[in-house]
């Protein structure tokens, strides 16, 4: 009889989202009558930018024809984009980071899982808390979390971070050593970001310890402030200990186009071992590269063109941010985020619980959010609304809210 991976087996109920979305669809098949606002999932609204739109037709009719077929490409990504995100995203901040160094693939979350495929199972992984579900879900998958503690809603093998109005956002430094620490900012899902030199205590101690951190850098196109770092790589010594997560979903609206990369420096090794060497070996392998069409879409963003359009894009998305946020705390809720990320995370009020509070303002204002408590323990008596619905709707939403 052939054997399962038993690890899959540990996973909680659903996915978080999953569940969001059953309870979604049961409340507008009893209510189908109801206007439902979502300012839950973060997926995008505004339609792709003209100059991908361009890009990518361009490219479909290249393909078309004998001279510009194509048919398999390199699994680490074309050159001519490759080359965009060299000048672009690093060398534009002072950045040395080379093109060799740099994977696409078809979106962050697809990196964010498989990135763990090479490294060993009995490394101790350090999560912020609350965070992502994805990076937990997947160390589960992958047998590196221990028992599930239904008292704590918390992993037996999982060092847990706090990251709370209590500590201004900011995590302390694990008292027991971890292996792999995750990072994600600006972080989903508090809105919240950390500074340079607060991200560099990190990379300090990632060095110090020989721990390796996975930077998910999705959010950074949304970063306002200047001391707030766009990339790890920006503090010194982040070369030798920290794999970078990037998405064009958030930046360019591609969620539904796909596309990402991640950035494995060479200087990276565990012990002897390369790190770019063990993730080259596994991109190649299980990775066919993303479609050509869709990097020439990716390199338009970097355009004259594309830059201008998306500006103005994320510009409307930040004023959806800076309107749900004024908007919950002239009606007396305590919010943070939506200053450089298009998140808002703000306390649920009169005690409730996160669900509590997700299945109030689903029945009284037909408006979804997403409960704290899904992103983790610290979660709990917090709840997550994202800027990313058009503006109409999100006006329309905030007037619900503050007639409650």
Known sequence: ?????????????????????????????????????????????????????????????????????????????????????????????????????????????????????????????????????????????????????????????????????????????????????????????????????QLQVWVDYANKNGSVIIFDAAYEAYISEADVPHSIYECNGAKTCAIELRSFSKNAGFTGVRLGFTVVPKELKCGDVSLHAMWARRHGTKFNGAPYIVQRAGEAVYSDAGKAQLKDQVAYYMNNAKTIKTGLAEAGFTVYGGVNAPYIWLKTPDQMTSWEFFDYLLENANVVGTPGSGFGPSGEGYFRLTAFGNYENTVKALERIKAL
């Open 1 to 197: 009889m052939s054997l399962i991976n038993e690890n899959f087996l540990k996973l909680q109920d659903s996915y978080l989202f999953s569940t969001i979305a059953k309870k979604v669809a049961k409340f507008t098949e009893e209510n189908p009558e109801k206007e439902i606002i979502k300012l839950g999932i973060g997926d995008v609204t505004r339609p792709i930018v003209p100059a991908c739109i361009e890009a990518m037709h361009k490219a479909v009719d290249e393909i078309g024809t004998k001279e510009g077929f194509k048919g398999y490409g390199p699994e680490q990504g074309y050159d001519f984009l490759r080359d965009a995100i060299v000048k672009n995203d690093y060398k534009s901040r002072g950045i040395d980071v080379k093109k060799d160094e740099i994977f696409v693939s078809d979106g962050a979350k697809c990196d964010c899982g498989n990135i763990v495929d090479i490294f060993g199972k009995e490394n101790k992984v350090a999560i912020t808390d609350p965070v992502y579900p994805v990076y937990v879900d997947t160390n589960v998958m992958a047998g590196r979390t221990g028992e599930f503690i239904k008292e704590t809603e918390s992993w037996s093998n999982v060092i847990y971070m706090p990251s709370t109005a209590d500590n201004g956002f900011v995590p302390e430094l694990p008292k027991e050593v971890p292996d792999m620490i995750y990072l994600c900012l600006p972080n989903n899902p508090t809105g919240t970001t950390l500074k340079k030199e």
